[in-house]
């Protein structure tokens, strides 16, 4: 079963943020904007531009990016989320371009982007050549000199049983280093709802030009 499919099936359900609160069932989306993210912009800086999440789930990293300015256009494969994401920008009244796409297949209208943002995403390929081609597709919707964070699982946790796919530093340069320029690669946590939050890897990146 194909990671896309797993994740549309774990979001089908009209009552699936009643049985599956944050960090539940499909705990990539935990109700609040990660604070990776928070602090990124915050601090690099990252000024307001056209942005692009990709796999942006229930939309609360999107929808945080537009209530800073950003113009932003969000997708996600899994139609289910994308529902959501529309339902709750709805609720607070924020404008956010909330798509049904697959990244890897379908160029994204709107680029390109100042700024793109993944958490979760890249580390779910399995080969060097997946993720180098990844890379390149971010990289050709990025406008000369934009900026890539990627949350990405960190093969330094000693974890045993669920949680997200772990990559070492050399996995994450190999298949950047043709297409972006490392700024910081920094690890850390993921924003999470559970006691002991998995351990990421915090990777900002420039295009090369």
């Given at each position: 079963?194909?990671?896309?499919?797993?994740?549309?099936?774990?979001?089908?359900?009209?009552?699936?943020?009643?049985?599956?609160?944050?960090?539940?069932?499909?705990?990539?989306?935990?109700?609040?904007?990660?604070?990776?993210?928070?602090?990124?912009?915050?601090?690099?800086?990252?000024?307001?531009?056209?942005?692009?999440?990709?796999?942006?789930?229930?939309?609360?990293?999107?929808?945080?990016?537009?209530?800073?300015?950003?113009?932003?256009?969000?997708?996600?494969?899994?139609?289910?989320?994308?529902?959501?994401?529309?339902?709750?920008?709805?609720?607070?009244?924020?404008?956010?371009?909330?798509?049904?796409?697959?990244?890897?297949?379908?160029?994204?209208?709107?680029?390109?982007?100042?700024?793109?943002?993944?958490?979760?995403?890249?580390?779910?390929?399995?080969?060097?050549?997946?993720?180098?081609?990844?890379?390149?597709?971010?990289?050709?919707?990025?406008?000369?000199?934009?900026?890539?964070?990627?949350?990405?699982?960190?093969?330094?946790?000693?974890?045993?049983?669920?949680?997200?796919?772990?990559?070492?530093?050399?996995?994450?340069?190999?298949?950047?280093?043709?297409?972006?320029?490392?700024?910081?690669?920094v690890s850390g946590y993921f924003g999470s709802n559970l006691p002991h939050?998995?351990?990421?890897?915090?990777?900002?990146?420039?295009?090369?030009?």
């Amino acid at each position: 079963m194909s990671e896309d499919l797993r994740r549309e099936q774990r979001y089908q359900s009209t009552e699936w943020l009643r049985r599956h609160p944050p960090g539940g069932d499909t705990p990539w989306d935990i109700g609040k904007p990660d604070f990776n993210l928070i602090q990124s912009v915050a601090t690099t800086p990252i000024k307001p531009c056209k942005a692009l999440e990709i796999g942006c789930g229930a939309g609360d990293n999107a929808i945080w990016l537009s209530q800073k300015d950003f113009q932003v256009v969000a997708m996600d494969a899994s139609e289910e989320a994308i529902e959501k994401a529309k339902s709750k920008a709805g609720e607070r009244n924020v404008k956010c371009d909330f798509r049904v796409s697959d990244f890897m297949t379908s160029r994204i209208a709107g680029a390109p982007f100042g700024f793109a943002f993944d958490r979760g995403c890249f580390h779910t390929l399995a080969s060097d050549q997946e993720r180098s081609s990844f890379a390149e597709i971010v990289r050709d919707h990025l406008e000369t000199d934009g900026l890539w964070l990627s949350l990405i699982g960190n093969a330094d946790e000693p974890r045993e049983g669920p949680g997200p796919p772990k990559l070492t530093a050399r996995d994450i340069v190999n298949a950047l280093e043709p297409y972006f320029e490392i700024l910081s690669l920094v690890s850390g946590y993921f924003g999470s709802n559970l006691p002991h939050p998995p351990r990421a890897w915090v990777c900002l990146m420039r295009r090369r030009r």
